[in-house]
């Protein structure tokens, strides 16, 4: 008999509003444009960027959508100057150390994947914290991808599965797809419905690569920092019309 290992986390009740997407991942790419086009350093772009997550994660209820997970970091980006890369990473930890207060007033419950290793002890506490702080909230589903490569995270997933291979846990014979994304880093989360793309790069950049597999997409020349409610909005609407057929004819 075949057996994974069992989610740890309770799913929340679903809010799903007819049609609309419930899980949207979002590339947040153009910080560096949007600064550059005004004479300013990166930097500034990636503040302004850090700006825009409260208005969309508050919005998420307004469009039924009840999971959201945003590209903050990849495992690519350490190839960034390190003036960019140390200031990124002093932005995450200033960001989760000043919008723990409002992110749990919200009710949204914070996770973060990706690798953590690579991270410095001081961000690596506070990401611990934020996600313990806002366990037991359920309003929205706000997934922080940090260090985070698609092919990163399904060769720790192998490393994992391999282990459990190894030590009589778990058959071989029984791999399959159920199986594998029980050791991805989203094993509690669904998979992302619509993923969207800002700054008019049409590519996806090592982002949910298992996950995305049924995805819509939706490419928008909008650079990060310029996004607003109201076009996260529109896209959710556009979702609602599309026709998903998942391979399948529809009859
Ligand atoms: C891509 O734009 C953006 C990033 C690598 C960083 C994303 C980070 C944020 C939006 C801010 C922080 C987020 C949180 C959760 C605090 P880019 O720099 O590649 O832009 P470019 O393509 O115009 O150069």
């Known amino acids: 008999m075949c057996s994974a290992p069992t989610i740890k986390e309770n799913m929340a009740p679903s809010q799903v509003v007819e049609g609309g997407p419930r899980h949207v991942a979002i590339i947040m790419d153009g910080n560096?444009?949007?600064?550059?086009?005004?004479?300013?350093?990166?930097?500034?772009?990636?503040?302004?960027?850090?700006?825009?997550?409260?208005?969309?994660?508050?919005?998420?209820?307004?469009?039924?959508?009840?999971?959201?997970?945003?590209?903050?970091?990849?495992?690519?980006?350490?190839?960034?100057?390190q003036v960019?890369?140390?200031?990124?990473?002093?932005?995450?930890?200033?960001?989760?150390?000043?919008?723990?207060?409002?992110?749990?007033?919200?009710?949204?419950?914070?996770?973060?994947?990706?690798?953590?290793?690579?991270?410095?002890?001081?961000?690596?506490?506070?990401?611990?914290?934020?996600?313990?702080?806002?366990?037991?909230?359920?309003?929205?589903?706000?997934?922080?991808?940090?260090?985070?490569?698609?092919?990163?995270?399904?060769?720790?997933?192998?490393?994992?599965?391999?282990?459990?291979?190894a030590s009589g846990k778990l058959d071989p014979n029984c791999v399959d797809e159920e199986t594998l994304p029980k050791y991805l880093d989203t094993y509690v989360l669904p998979d992302p419905d619509l993923v969207i793309r800002t700054s008019g790069e049409a590519r996806i950049s090592n982002f949910l690569l298992w996950q995305s597999a049924y995805a819509e997409y939706e490419f928008i020349d909008t650079l990060w920092p310029d996004f607003t409610k109201a076009e996260f909005g529109n896209l959710c609407a556009a979702y609602g019309v599309r026709d998903r057929r998942f391979g399948a004819v529809k009859t």
């Not at 302004?48 to 959508?65: L, M, N, Q, S, T």
Request: aromatic letters at 10%; one cysteine or more.
């Open 84 to 165: 960019e890369v140390a200031g990124l990473m002093s932005l995450f930890r200033r960001y989760i150390s000043k919008e723990t207060r409002s992110l749990n007033a919200f009710g949204a419950r914070v996770r973060f994947i990706g690798d953590r290793v690579r991270l410095d002890d001081k961000l690596i506490k506070l990401m611990g914290e934020l996600e313990d702080a806002t366990a037991s909230n359920t309003r929205v589903h706000l997934t922080i991808a940090l260090n985070y490569g698609g092919r990163d995270e399904v060769a720790r997933a192998t490393q994992r599965l391999a282990h459990d291979v």
């Open 32 to 81: 560096g444009r949007w600064a550059t086009m005004r004479g300013r350093p990166r930097l500034f772009g990636h503040r302004a960027g850090a700006k825009r997550v409260r208005e969309i994660v508050e919005a998420c209820p307004d469009f039924g959508v009840e999971y959201l997970t945003i590209f903050a970091f990849s495992t690519e980006n350490w190839k960034r100057t």
